[in-house]
């Protein structure tokens, strides 16, 4: 099979800054009034998973070329810019990818990111997303370092459909080992995300429900979303959260419960019997982009402001080229000033065609 070399970003995808200058100070809002909160932060564009919804093989193969090291943001310039967005008012960091566990030393930047104190004097809360490979080993280091809770990507429990997804023959009783381990460390509640494929892995839906009630984690199905551009997505094979949540409540009553803070994008449900919660995020079919409050760091530096980005501003520029930190509070409030992203909201069989950044750059 001929492998397809795609490059995630080059010079014409790299978007000026904004000329208007943001507010030197205070809550920021975009154009549709929504405030930034929380801040992805990607340390790695590798993963040694080839999950077919994010990283499929025939695109990231072998002979795939990543980035190369000096590319990367280093972690002085990643607490650099995390501690300037934590003064201009978010509240919630996550280290995504990639699989950030494959980031050599990552110990090391969640201490220097578990300290930063927001301006009410609170420490920002720190989270990290993995495909589970490596938490069983680096879960205590983990909490160790500082980090408040883990999200673990888990599609199946049943070996055969969890290999086809992660196209890496890695088998799902080392991911519930490292769910185990996370919680045994104290990085819990630990969240379980779950992307559901029609056609692929919905007979997983009930079992995994089953698996995980009463055991004090929270579910998340996700629908299959059109990230990216190597994935192959069609509206066909995206099953609406509402039908998840008709599956589950036919078998195990469920009640809706309100969000946990604004701008969730889980909604919540709970077993009527009191054993727990599972939520579903509905990316597709139930649009959430007039809360959205996050804005994405990509491992090299590029800021974006919606998962289904086209193009991105290039912070790393401004980190290596002398700018201070006044200097990026301004650029920050000027880039979320300008945002006016919805994509979700308008997306038709056209966009879904679209050249979006991948989510193994900017993470899910």
Same mark, same amino acid.
């Given at each position: ?159 055969? /459909?969890?290999?086809?997804?992660? *196209?890496?023959?890695? !088998? ?6 490292? @769910? &185990? $381990? ?47 551009? /190597?994935?192959?997505?069609?509206? *066909?094979?995206?099953? !609406? ?6 599956? @589950? &409540? $036919? ?47 990509? /491992? ?65």
């Amino acid at each position: 099979m001929t492998e397809r070399v795609i490059a995630l970003v080059d010079a014409g995808r790299r978007k000026p800054l904004p000329s208007a200058a943001g507010p030197a100070a205070g809550m920021m809002q975009d154009r549709l009034e929504r405030p930034l909160r929380d801040l992805r932060i990607s340390v790695t564009d590798r993963c040694n998973f080839r999950c077919t919804y994010c990283m499929p093989k025939e695109v990231f193969g072998k002979d795939y070329r990543f980035l190369p090291h000096e590319q990367l943001l280093t972690f002085e310039e990643i607490a650099r810019l995390a501690k300037i967005f934590a003064d201009r008012g978010i509240e919630k960091i996550r280290l995504t990818g990639g699989e950030p566990l494959l980031r050599r030393n990552v110990e090391r930047l969640i201490e220097m990111l578990a300290g930063i104190t927001l301006p009410n004097g609170e420490r920002v809360e720190l989270t990290l997303t993995t495909n589970g490979s490596l938490l069983a080993r680096k879960a205590r280091a983990l909490k160790d370092a500082g980090l408040r809770r883990v999200t673990v990507s888990l599609d199946a429990l049943d070996d055969p /459909t969890f290999m086809a997804m992660n *196209d890496a023959e890695f !088998p799902v009783a080392k991911v519930l080992a490292g @769910i &185990d $381990a996370a919680d045994a460390a104290g990085l819990a509640p630990v969240k379980i995300n779950m992307v559901v494929k029609r056609g692929v892995n919905e007979h997983s839906i009930l079992p995994m429900a089953r698996r995980f009630k009463g055991s004090g984690h929270v579910l998340r199905f996700i629908e299959f979303m059109d990230v990216g551009a /190597t994935n192959g997505w069609r509206m *066909d094979d995206v099953i !609406p959260s509402r039908e998840i949540i008709r599956m @589950i &409540d $036919a078998h195990l009553p469920l009640d809706p419960i309100e969000p946990n803070y604004p701008g969730e994008v889980a909604q919540r449900w709970r077993y009527r019997d009191g054993s727990g919660e599972i939520g579903v995020i509905s990316s597709v079919t139930q649009a959430f982009c007039r809360t959205c409050t996050r804005a994405r760091i990509s /491992t090299e530096g590029m800021l974006y402001t919606c998962l289904f980005a086209t193009s991105g501003y290039d912070f790393r520029a401004l980190l290596r080229g002398g700018k201070s930190d006044a200097e990026i509070r301004a650029a920050i409030a000027a880039v979320w000033g300008a945002r006016d992203d919805r994509y979700s909201e308008i997306r038709t069989a056209e966009t879904a065609k679209q050249r979006k950044i991948e989510m193994s750059y900017i993470g899910g």
